[in-house]
């Protein structure tokens, strides 16, 4: 089993390539967070799964707790229609409901796998998860039907077949330092989206590397303009980003001065970045009633940490708050989903989960916590069950394909030089990060600031383009994670520069209102050429049903 490549290209770290860990499987999936757990767990076929971490401890569900959208069915349409309303017109009501039901009826499989839901007259709960938890018995599940997996064995690039079908991925392993080569007939991307490594909790794992490398093999990416969701958290610890309990908070400034925030008894979420442009925000949750703080504390314990590791009561003391990017975790784009399996425009590839766009199911609104999840586990499912189809069709010999590297940027320059002096990858991410952190630049966006956004990652993007350091596997790794958060940054601006209006998470100053007229996803792509197209939503705008009356009067039995 070797690798063909171009004699031009320079080989990805040379020093361990002789110790390569070289394996197949039907089915490769990438990531380690519930959507590729979920992805590789039913199928009648081998599956090796490759994590950045390690699967079961590593990424955004692990971290805490978390609410799943999966209502019991007689509440089904109300849930329905009110994501549908969230997402401005732009969410499919076909695919709200395949993932309410898919989640459903998925849930059941947890407990039978060993997940304790809590209990209420007997009937099992399953409306949150515990994270570290949920994850274990994911990966213990896992290990029980004989998925192989590799643990921080961060995966770099894909292997593309010569009629253009995915035919496995590369990466390192950093406890091994040495490379790996998976040949498989076909690959889920569940790696997560990219968070620009803002130290949101569990996300630093979600750096845009699965996003890249699709787009290297032939993939487009949908709805990036959607993007820049930021979080809420305490500034003196600003990594939980937990915004339950603010629901229940008051907010002051500096001086102790009431700034409301409120609208009709519900938070603002357009308030806090608009307080936080003109000073410091200061919360307090005295809003919260007895109940309240019992419920909070127990389902968002983490939230807590903080204030007793600082000494703090939350409920009498001020303290300072601020806005943590989570971008795309949070957000809607990532990879465009061609089909109900979950397929790309790349034949045997897929996606799932925060890799993948989830404008069906939230138009450009966030669709964090209890949407997501059920979007993982739905997703997840799909994509593995099209991936295990798609190797099956390839028949006995798939492993046998000529294949050749898709990775470009971070990984081989176009025209390499031993010579030439090899970029800086934190400096790059530092720049990076300076274009996508400051509110005044990603929340509330104008033509003027994207273009001069744009310009600036540009350069850093020329730079990624060059000669990386590969000395250690973990060189490799960075120089690589440079180039993924480079190419997400320059995607989620372009996208948004081309779209004219302000629609949910999407805000331009110079186009204030949302425009029914742009009733379209908006497609992206390209490596050193970006372009964006509109895909038109041709369904009709969908009316919820009007209630049925009683026009009768009941009789009641004395």
């Not at 709200?96 to 060993?114: A, C």
């Not at 703090?312 to 990879?335: A, N, S």
């Not at 739905?378 to 394909?401: D, I, M, N, P, Y």
């Not at 805000?507 to 197209?533: C, F, S």
């Amino acid at each position: 089993m070797k690798l063909t490549t171009k004699k031009e290209e320079k080989e990805l770290l040379t020093a361990y390539s002789e110790n390569e860990l070289q394996l197949s499987a039907d089915v490769l999936v990438i990531g380690g967070g519930p959507a590729a757990a979920w992805a590789a767990a039913s199928q009648d076929v081998k599956v090796i799964i490759v994590d950045k971490g390690f699967l079961g401890t590593s990424g955004a569900a692990a971290a805490s707790g978390n609410g799943i959208m999966a209502p019991s069915p007689e509440n089904w349409d109300k849930v329905l229609w009110e994501r549908y309303r969230v997402g401005k017109n732009l969410a499919s009501l076909r695919w709200i409901e395949r993932v309410i039901e898919k989640t459903w009826l998925s849930l059941p499989l947890v407990e039978k796998w060993g997940y304790r839901f809590p209990k209420e007259n007997g009937e099992s709960m399953r409306q949150s998860y515990y994270g570290p938890e949920y994850m274990r018995v994911l990966r213990k599940n896992l290990l029980r039907v004989g998925v192989q997996i590799l643990d921080q064995s961060p995966a770099l690039e894909l292997l593309l077949a010569d009629d253009g079908s995915v035919a496995g991925a590369r990466g390192v392993q950093r406890q091994n330092h040495r490379t790996y080569t998976v040949r498989a007939g076909a690959v889920v991307l569940a790696n997560g989206g990219c968070a620009f490594l803002s130290k949101a909790l569990g996300c630093n794992t979600n750096t845009g590397d699965g996003l890249l490398m699709a787009v290297e093999a032939g993939g487009e990416l949908s709805s990036m303009e959607a993007s820049n969701h930021y979080a809420i958290s305490t500034a003196f610890n600003a990594t939980v980003t937990r915004g339950v309990p603010f629901g229940w908070a008051s907010y002051s400034d500096e001086a102790g001065n009431d700034l409301g925030g409120y609208v009709n008894g519900r938070r603002d979420p357009s308030f806090l970045p608009n307080a936080l442009l003109k000073g410091s925000v200061y919360a307090r949750l005295d809003r919260a009633t007895p109940e309240v703080k019992a419920v909070i504390e127990k389902s968002h314990f983490i939230s807590f940490l903080p204030y007793k590791k600082a000494g703090i009561d939350p409920y009498t003391e001020r303290v300072p708050v601020t806005l943590i990017l989570e971008g795309t975790v949070r957000g809607t784009g990532g990879i465009r989903i061609v089909n109900d399996s979950c397929g790309t425009k790349v034949p045997g590839l897929y996606a799932a989960g925060d890799a993948a766009s989830r404008e069906f199911l939230a138009g450009l609104a966030s669709g964090g916590g209890g949407p997501n999840a059920a979007w993982a586990i739905s997703t997840g499912q799909w994509a593995g069950v099209g991936a295990a189809a798609f190797a099956k069709s390839l028949g006995a010999h798939a492993h046998e394909r000529v294949v050749h590297p898709a990775g470009e940027a971070g990984l081989r320059s176009p025209s390499p030089s031993p010579a030439s002096e090899t970029f800086d990858s934190e400096a790059i991410v530092r720049g990076v990060q300076a274009q996508m952190f400051p509110l005044e630049k990603n929340y509330l966006r104008s033509e003027q600031g994207l273009l001069d956004s744009l310009a600036k990652l540009e350069t850093l993007w020329q730079q990624v383009r060059g000669n990386p350091k590969q000395d250690t596997v973990r060189d490799v790794e960075f120089s690589r994670r440079a180039a993924a958060l480079t190419a997400v940054a320059r995607w989620a601006y372009f996208s948004a520069l081309h779209r004219t209006e302000s629609r949910s998470e999407h805000i331009r100053m110079d186009y204030p209102e949302t425009d029914p007229n742009q009733r379209y996803y908006q497609a992206t792509g390209g490596l050193d050429r970006l372009w964006v197209r509109r895909d038109w939503l041709t369904d009709a705008v969908a009316t919820p049903p009007v209630p049925t009356i009683q026009t009768t009067p009941s009789v009641s039995k004395l």
